[in-house]
């Protein structure tokens, strides 16, 4: 009835409702404008964001973490903080005298190169003869991909035939990095871009409107990204390449999501107003609310990140929202704003109609497609529905107990083939597995022997040193770089570099620093210097890697548990009720557990990938629960709102018709997106596209179209306890 009667007075409320003529104009007017000067500073970003982002694994660890603790005292003790290539040349055959000497040669050349700082060590030749070493310090402000290559090419424009060159170690492993991110700015945007613009083709049969969706999608990442660099470049928050990554993918996938939902709406309303201002209102009104729950329940979530150890993951946070707050914001300024302006050719070639009488004849449900036929089989069969897709659910989620994320080493990081690899499992055929990437010890003046003895006395150490004060000074080093050596109590050694009462030893581990191996040794380790009360740090590339993978650890059993009360408080304040929010946690967590079940399966037995990251199970956690409550609000709210007006049961029954393509079409977009992750060749953002892409398409088919629907249905008016709504006689 109250839809008749806003259709007979459509013309009276059209005329009171209808502002003077210039600011009908004015206002989309002045909003799209705004945003395309947004839209033109922020465009130059894309090609700068590497300028204030970095991937270096220490600067995002706890403050607290004994690496990172380690790492910032290391320039007390060293002229340069360079980062170190490892150079490998292998020869098929025992190189010669004089290609022995065309190849010291070429390393001691490498000095010439832009980006190399002195201190390149000499030859290094390996017990069997095959195969040499050097190390090779790179300035860490300069492009280290770049540097890496030419150091490649030098050596091997001098190399005689039959010789390999390699440049490896945590300089090589970074240039490996770099390369792989290198995709984000233009690869990774054009893939995921085209992915929706497909899907929005298929979904609204139109030419237009696709295109003014996917501009709101990409003005919101313009601008969010212009916003996101500056507060980088002020060193507010910590950009990386992932987490430029996963903002691209978030925002396109969101904005778009909240642009469906109000294009539905404004769909709706063109059919009963013939006005576009009418209309347009009258679909901000009916979207506001759900997109504002919507991306607030989403930064919520996304906030919750900054209780992280880890800064990787607390940096998420905020970069994130910024995010969702742009495509909130430009799905209710911008996209009314053109839609206004285009009005009903933005859907050419199937333009509404304004067809009040068919609407009134409907009772503002759809009677055609698979909605109303999915509607009509909880209408009969609720309990079996429900009890059904649990048990699916269920099933799909005893894979958990398959998963693996405990940590992979960084050689497995780049899924292409990588120089860095190849040439560490070279290092590791002719040379200590570790070299290059040494392990660091921190301890007092008085603890350095009894230190330096514990070290020797550790199986999987090849050798110790410690830098010393002679070769700092200036006197002849006895060994590279001012290392001197350390043996048993009595042997001769170079005084020692004391700072602040500490000193540095470094050991060189004979299995490769990224290896379960080593991290074994540096965890026993740690261990028993704890013991001696002497207060030593052990830092270092493997250190980092155990300190990263703690961190990650701890921050998904914190933080998990904390994103979860807090959406539930938020869509108990949404829905003036307690039971149906609770329904709603529940569909969502075990729909992530169910995710996360099938994906360790896929990761194990079909891809057959080394493992997870242990941030994997979190980010996945935050995006699926933070983006399913997304369409659970979608449902939910529109459910709440028809059952004021026809009850309960036919009120889930007229929402999920009303909401399930534009929750379909959602749930296909935010999928595409995400799975467009899996172009960058980064083992964690495979894993996360695959996790979140599938996880999103089940909520989408199954949770939110049969389950959730189902549970509500068969309840009743009592998913409303304790608001009026569930006192209420109807059922």
């Known amino acids: 009835m109250n839809r008749q009667r806003e259709t007979a007075d459509t013309q009276p409320s059209a005329r009171r409702g209808r502002p003077l003529r210039w600011v009908r104009v004015a206002l ?14 922020g465009g130059p970003y894309f090609g700068k964001v590497d300028e204030v982002s970095s991937n270096d694994q220490t600067s995002y660890l706890p403050a607290s973490a004994d690496a990172t603790r380690v790492q910032e005292r290391l320039a007390d003790f060293r002229d340069s903080d360079a980062l170190p290539a490892v150079v490998v040349i292998v020869g098929e055959d025992e190189p010669t005298e004089d290609q022995i000497e065309a190849l010291r040669s070429s390393v001691a050349g490498l000095s010439d190169l832009a980006g190399v700082t002195t201190g390149i060590s000499p030859l290094i030749p390996s017990e069997d003869g095959h195969a040499f070493e050097a190390f090779v310090p790179i300035d860490t402000d300069a492009d280290i991909g770049e540097v890496v290559t030419a150091i490649g090419e030098h050596l091997r424009a001098d190399a005689p035939s039959g010789i390999a060159v390699y440049v490896t170690g945590p300089a090589g492993f970074t240039a490996d990095l770099v390369d792989a991110f290198s995709g984000i700015d233009g690869l990774l945007l054009g893939v995921a871009l085209l992915a929706v613009l497909v899907i929005l083709v298929l979904v609204y049969r139109s030419l237009l409107l696709p295109v003014v969706v996917l501009s709101t999608s990409l003005f919101a990442l313009t601008v969010a990204l212009l916003v996101v660099w500056w507060l980088a470049k002020a060193e507010v928050i910590l950009l990386s390449g992932q987490t430029q990554g996963i903002l691209f993918i978030l925002v396109i996938g969101a904005a778009t999501d909240y642009s469906l939902l109000y294009v539905a709406r404004y769909r709706e309303a063109l059919r009963v107003q013939q006005d576009r201002w009418i209309a347009s209102r009258a679909a901000l009104r009916g979207s506001f609310e759900p997109i504002l729950a919507s991306g607030g329940t989403v930064i919520a979530g996304l906030l919750c990140l900054l209780l992280s150890d880890l800064k990787s993951n607390s940096a998420l ?3 994130a929202s910024i995010g969702i707050v742009f495509a909130m914001l430009s799905a209710l ?42 509607g009509s089989l909880i209408r009969r069969h609720p309990r079996a529905v429900w009890a059904s897709t649990s048990l699916l659910l269920i099933v799909g989620a005893l894979g958990v107990t398959q998963l693996q994320a405990e940590g992979v080493p960084r050689s497995d990081l780049v899924l292409t ?24 010890v921190l301890t007092t003046e008085n603890a350095l022997q009894q230190t330096a003895d514990m070290l020797l006395n550790t199986s999987g150490i090849d050798d110790v040193t410690v830098l010393s004060e002679d070769s700092i000074s200036g006197s002849a080093p006895v ?11 009595g042997t001769a050694a170079a005084k020692p570099t004391v700072v602040d009462g500490r000193v540095l030893l470094q050991a060189t581990l004979t299995d490769a620093a990224d290896s379960d191996a080593a991290e074994s040794i540096v965890r026993d380790l740690r261990a028993r210097l704890a013991e001696t009360g002497s207060g030593a740090l052990v830092g270092g590339v493997t250190a980092t890697a155990i300190d990263t993978d703690d961190a990650s650890i701890h921050d998904r059993t914190l933080i998990i548990p904390i994103v979860l009360v807090v959406i539930l408080v938020i869509l108990m304040i949404l829905l003036r009720a307690v039971v149906a929010p609770i329904l709603l946690i529940l569909s969502t967590v075990i729909s992530f557990a169910t995710a996360l079940g099938v994906s360790a399966i896929v990761f194990n037995h079909v891809l057959r990938l080394p493992g997870a990251d242990p941030a994997v199970p979190l980010y996945g956690f935050v995006f699926l629960v933070a983006l399913g409550i997304d369409y659970n609000i979608f449902l939910a709210t529109r459910v709440r709102e028809e059952s004021r007006i026809h009850g309960t049961r036919d009120g889930v029954i007229r929402g999920l018709a009303v909401t399930g393509g534009v929750i379909t079409s959602a749930g296909l977009v935010l999928a595409a997106t995400f799975a467009a992750l899996s172009i960058i060749p980064i083992l964690f953002l495979l894993q996360i596209a695959f996790l979140v892409s599938f996880g999103v398409l089940l909520d989408t088919f199954l949770v939110r179209a049969l389950l959730v629907p189902a549970l509500l249905y068969d309840i009743g008016r009592r998913i409303w306890w304790p608001s009026k709504l569930g006192s209420r006689t109807r059922p």
């Open 333 to 374: 300024t911008l996209l009314p704003a053109m839609l206004f302006a285009f009005g009903r050719a933005a859907f050419w070639p199937k333009r509404p109609r304004f067809e009040p009488e068919a609407v009134a004849a409907e009772a503002g449900i759809p009677t055609r497609g698979v909605w109303p036929k999915v």
């Open 317 to 319: 946070g905020p970069v």
């Open 479 to 489: 060994t590279t770089n001012g290392i001197s050596p350390v043996g048993p109590p």
């Open 28 to 41: 989309p007017a002045l909003l799209i404008v705004a945003w395309l000067v947004g839209a033109s500073i």
């Open 417 to 440: 083939a990588s120089e860095a690899r190849a040439g560490q499992d070279a290092l590791g055929q002719h040379f200590p597995g570790g070299s290059g990437s040494p392990m660091y």
